[in-house]
């Protein structure tokens, strides 16, 4: 079975700071990742995939993501805030069960909230 | 304009009725999916399809119900048996094994 742990519900950075949201995961096959953003009462928006290509992922609204296999995990940083970034961010992880069938097991959440 | 949209964007519920969540897409998607959004617990999957005339339970799907008899549809009942029905629901549909795009979102309530 697959999981997410995104560490910390709620991160709160300044304007202009550097932007880290930390994800794990656990997968017994070689997974596809993704960074997903919501804003209020919206859906989701794709942010950035990784599929075993380059490690280093480049996403929308100058966000990127590092794959390091050895610690298992896939954070999402930015180097430099924006109030607009503000919105809840989810770390997803696919895998194929069998065949076609590829299933999306989502982390909980992180809450960034960017202070004037 | 390709898109997934979702409606309505509210839907009140009166106890012990069903109601209906619409899901459509434009895209040409084989896949589509119905999630369940709860405050701090992320998305859980309710319903997928693969295939039109086919589909699968996802995690929670007790008192849900589904339908695909096109590929551009994927409409969710919600039953009178799911006795906590308030969240957020999320359609999203895929190319297999491929990203998944997400609707705008319905808001259940229940009066």
């Known amino acids: 079975a697959q999981s997410v742990t995104q560490l910390g519900s709620h991160v709160s950075v300044s304007e202009g700071a550097l932007v880290l949201l930390r994800c794990n995961y656990s997968s017994s096959v070689p997974p596809y990742l993704f960074w997903y953003v919501q804003y209020p009462n919206q859906g989701l928006q794709l942010l950035l995939k990784?599929?075993?290509?380059?490690?280093l992922v480049k996403g929308i609204n100058g966000f990127e993501a590092e794959f390091k296999k050895s610690e298992t995990s896939f954070h999402l940083t930015k180097p430099s805030a924006h109030m607009s970034d503000a919105a809840e961010y989810f770390c997803?992880?696919?895998?194929?069960?069998?065949?076609?069938?590829?299933?999306?097991?989502f982390g909980k959440g992180t809450l960034l909230t960017v202070n004037p | 304009d390709g898109g997934i949209t979702q409606s309505p964007k509210y839907l009140f519920r009166k106890e012990g009725q069903n109601v209906t969540l619409s899901c459509e897409q434009n895209?040409?998607?084989?896949?589509m999916y119905w999630y369940r959004q709860d405050p701090g617990q992320g998305l859980r999957l309710i319903y997928y399809?693969?295939?039109?005339?086919?589909?699968q339970k996802g995690d929670i799907a007790e008192g849900y119900s589904v339908s695909r008899e096109k590929k551009e549809s994927f409409p969710l009942t919600v039953t009178s048996a799911q006795k906590n029905p308030t969240a957020f629901y999320l359609c999203?549909?895929?190319?297999?094994?491929?990203?998944?795009?997400f609707g705008p979102g319905t808001r259940l309530l229940v009066l």
């Open positions: 999203a549909s895929s190319t297999s094994g491929e990203t998944q795009y």
């Open positions: 399809s693969q295939i039109v005339n086919d589909f």
């Open positions: 895209l040409n998607h084989d896949a």
């Open positions: 990784y599929t075993s290509a380059a490690t």
């Open positions: 997803a992880v696919s895998s194929n069960s069998g065949g076609s069938n590829y299933k999306l097991t």
